[in-house]
RNA sequence: GCGGUCGUAGCUCAAUUGGUUAGAGCGCCGGUUUGUGGUACCGGAGGUUGCGGGUUCAAUCCCCGUCGAUCGCCCCA
């Protein structure tokens, strides 16, 4: 009988154990440790909805929706897509289920993500983000809040030294509009000078030529006309209000008039918390305001703001978490032991010790196994104590050894 | 979708210009020690060298394809 082949992980989709998933943990349980400060309730939502409540949303023309959907037909035939982000899915959520009744409506969740992208250093085709969104409120302080947030996120991780928050605005219709006039009119201008990918972007996403990597680009680039020339009044109030927040909550920002959204839907602020220490992928955060984007999905014209952040990103540069283990291994000798212990394990862990016991071995594998997992006391317990009702504890850090009543026994490991 | 680098034991890595039974450390299992771990010593299991094809008397090594990993481009968290 021949073996059968292993099938394999899916390319781009991970397995965490150990020290990655505690470092994927501690970033997850950080941010919901902050959440409820900020008043955001956790939302529930499908990783996958139908296609086009990102085709339309996103933008057709963007490469999330043209060429990194995960899409396919279910048994009724409908065009079913896992989620590639989460701001659509809960801007469609916002819509069925009636939740303009809470506008401004704060939420927050996190959760699986799926692109068809080529993995590389901090990119996978099943990631994780975090998100953090507010639906509703058309004031920059939901911005502030927002980005308030982020900050204390990034700074309750440890990684707040290594990463900027640089901030810019792409301003409202009226101002985005004029100003794109006239970025692809400069372009126009300058195209035997732009690299051929950026005439590709000319064409399809012009403000992106703003931020391109390309030597060749940069020039063109930076000579570009600035939003703030084509600024409308009310843009520039909001924009304001945005910074003059940032600076009274405390959160250092710079400007980049660079920065552009990859996505057709932001208007107003938009921002990047941005590190040098992740290779290609420098975005650790990301966000910024969406007011036209519940429009796109049939809705009323609905101003938002949220953000995202990036589980694996962040993961990588916290410091290594302390690893989780038991306080108390117990090691029983001979069956009468065994059966004891089941009934010592089940109480210790019932008052709130952890606990643990090998399922099977003689003294000496057990003692190992106690000692490899990191237990600070073993518990044994042959027939010997237990005639006496009693068990030996020992301390793993210095060997020390006492016996103790088996009744006192959550007392004399609890430190 | 495009380009660079790399796939040898569970893990980290060796293996002379292509040469005979592919090695080591760690880990695992057993023993020295039938009631005491972290140290030490002894022994053992574990490989179709990612997969498929080609060149050659001979391939872990050279060539092609493929799958995967990794880094970058595009794009993005």
């Known amino acids: 009988m021949s073996k059968p082949a292993t099938p394999q992980a899916v390319r781009g989709t991970q397995d965490m154990l150990g020290e990655a998933a505690e470092r994927f943990q501690t970033v997850v349980a950080t941010f919901d440790r902050l959440r409820p400060l900020y008043g955001f309730g956790r939302v529930e939502v499908p990783v996958f909805e139908a296609t ?23 048994r009724g035939g409908d065009s079913l897509t896992l989620r590639p982000e989460f701001t659509a899915g809960l801007a ?41 969104e507010v639906i509703g409120a058309a004031e920059p302080a939901a911005d502030v809040e927002l980005l308030v947030l982020a900050a204390h996120l990034l700074d309750e991780l440890g990684v707040a030294e290594g990463v900027t928050l640089t901030l810019n605005t792409l301003g409202d219709a009226d101002t985005r509009d004029a ?12 195209r035997d000078a732009l690299s051929e990918e950026s005439l590709d972007r000319l064409a399809r996403n ?90 796109t999905l049939g809705g009323p ?13 962040l993961a990588m540069l916290i410091d290594t978490p302390k690893p989780e283990h038991v306080t ?42 106690a000692d490899a997992s990191g237990a600070r006391f073993a518990v044994i317990l042959g027939d010997d104590e237990l005639a006496k009702g009693e068990a030996a504890v020992k301390d793993l850090a210095n060997g020390s050894q006492t016996w103790v009543r088996l009744d006192a026994l959550a007392a004399a490991v609890r430190h």
């Open 92 to 132: 469609r959520a916002y819509l069925t289920e009636g939740w303009q009744r809470h506008a401004p409506l704060k939420i927050a969740t996190h959760g699986p993500l799926f692109r068809y992208e080529r993995p590389q250093k901090g990119r996978f085709r099943q990631f994780h983000q975090l998100d953090a």
């Open 52 to 74: 086009a409540v990102f085709a339309r949303s996103l933008g057709e023309t963007t490469d999330v929706v043209s060429k990194e959907m995960y899409s396919f037909e279910d």
């Open 328 to 369: 108390v291994a117990l090691v029983p000798m001979g069956p009468a032991a065994e059966a004891a212990a089941i009934g010592l394990l089940a109480g210790l862990r019932r008052q709130g010790i952890a606990a643990d016991m090998a399922y099977k071995g003689n003294m000496k594998k057990r003692m190992h196994k």
């Open 301 to 313: 014209a609905t101003p938002a703001v949220g953000w995202a952040a990036g589980i694996e990103r």
């Open 206 to 295: 012009p403000l992106r030529i703003l931020d391109s990597k390309d030597p060749r680009d940069r020039p063109v680039a930076d000579a570009a006309p600035a939003i703030d020339d084509y600024m409308s009044a009310e843009a520039g109030a909001f924009f304001e209000k945005v910074t003059g927040g940032l600076d009274a909550a405390g959160v250092a920002w710079t400007r980049n008039a660079r920065l552009v959204r990859g996505l057709d839907y932001y208007r107003h602020t938009a921002f990047e918390f941005v590190t040098d220490r992740l290779g290609a992928q420098g975005t650790v955060l990301g966000g910024g305001r969406y007011d036209g984007l519940i429009e």
């Open 179 to 190: 100003w794109r006039t006239a970025l692809v009119a400069h372009f126009e201008a300058h």
